[in-house]
């Protein structure tokens, strides 16, 4: 008996089934495309960032209360970030968008937006410095800020005497007038530490009288170590009823502390200003410049002395002496040396 072949029947692939497979497919590609997503966040985050259109960095300013978004939208002006929603995204999963500081920034050419977030987070701001010599006139301390291009607005003269002299940080943009206040403030703060603990007997009326003096002390030496001497003599001075008689006030009275040009002259010794403290009995009405710290310290605060007198001596210090004798002999001794440093080295012998 013949057999008729057996065929198997073929499966068929249900609806349901085909929806699985479709769905299936789906998630691939949607995983595939997040991923590659996700690789791409990753590099554009801590790959290399945008090479600078100019040089080796990129200047960038932040204002002040700019928000997330606006500091993104900055970098990406600037051309040194490539996503601003990598930027802020990474920002918030990082916890660096409610550290961020403001300033002035420079981004290195290609570097990384992990790299940018991390010197925005730590305030890794450009320092921008302003150097007010001890001594300078208040006008010339107008003058330094006036010439700092990377401040902005005007700054009026202050009243002499009113700034600390030090060297200050500054921000690119910041007003001329706020930084002045800011060395204002500092020397009231000094001045006022300094007049609560001053020596009991000296003869001031008013800590601006201190200040006038403290500026005649800065004009008069340039070795820290003598302003406390200096101090002394013109306490003693003053108490003793003797004009100070410091070439400074002279210089003052006639350019408002400008050089002179040359020597003081013998009728400029005489000149009736009211700084000369030749002509003049006492302080003068104002400083005659901005004291630096340690002379301020040194005429609140001067030791106690006999000294009255002090003349050069000729390599950069002073004689001090207690008489108007010892005094003259120390002049003479000066004059002296002057004149046989310009007399030069005596000619040598003939064989």
């Known amino acids: 008996m013949s057999r008729r072949p057996r065929y198997r029947r073929s499966a068929q692939v249900t609806p349901a089934r085909r929806m699985l497979i479709m769905g299936a497919s789906a998630l691939s590609v949607l995983a595939a495309g997040l991923a590659l997503v996700l690789l791409w966040a990753l590099w554009t985050y801590a790959g290399p960032g945008p090479k600078a259109r100019e040089g080796a960095s990129t200047d960038v300013v932040l204002r002040q209360g700019a928000s997330l978004p606006e500091i993104a939208a900055s970098l990406k002006r600037a051309h040194v970030i490539g996503s601003t929603a990598i930027f802020i995204a990474a920002s918030e999963v990082t916890g660096a968008a409610k550290r961020m500081k403001a300033g002035e920034y420079d981004i290195p050419s290609h570097a990384s937006m992990a790299r940018i977030i991390g010197l925005i987070r730590d305030g890794k701001v450009v320092r921008h410095l302003v150097t007010i010599p001890e001594g300078v006139t208040s006008e010339m301390v107008v003058d330094i800020l006036q010439s700092s291009e990377f401040l902005t607005g005007s ?97 003052y009275g006639l350019t408002r502390g400008r050089p002179l040009g040359h020597g003081i002259r013998v009728s400029e010794r005489a000149s009736e200003t009211p700084y000369n403290t030749y002509v003049i009995q006492g302080l003068p009405p104002t400083p005659i410049g901005n004291p630096g710290r340690a002379s301020l310290a040194a005429a609140l605060d001067p030791p ?39 007399a030069g080295p005596a000619p040598k012998a003939v064989k």
Not at 232 to 238: E, K, P
């Open 155 to 251: 700054a009026p003269v202050p009243p002499e005497g009113a700034v600390l002299p030090e060297t200050y940080e500054v921000r690119r943009g910041e007003d001329r007038a706020a930084v002045l206040q800011r060395m204002m403030d500092d020397r009231d703060k000094l001045l006022a530490t300094l007049w609560d603990h001053r020596r009991s007997d000296l003869p001031y009326q008013s800590p601006d009288q201190a200040v006038t003096l403290a500026s005649i002390v800065e004009k008069e030496t340039a070795k820290p170590d003598e302003r406390p001497r200096i101090a002394a003599v013109f306490i003693n001075r003053l108490q003793k009823g003797m004009k100070l008689e410091s070439d400074p006030t002279i210089i």
């Open 304 to 342: 106690r002395t006999d000294e009255l007198y002090f003349v050069a001596d000729g390599t950069g210090g002073h004689t001090f002496s207690s008489t108007f004798e010892a005094h003259q002999k120390n002049v003479a001794h000066l004059r002296a040396r002057e004149h046989a440093a310009q």
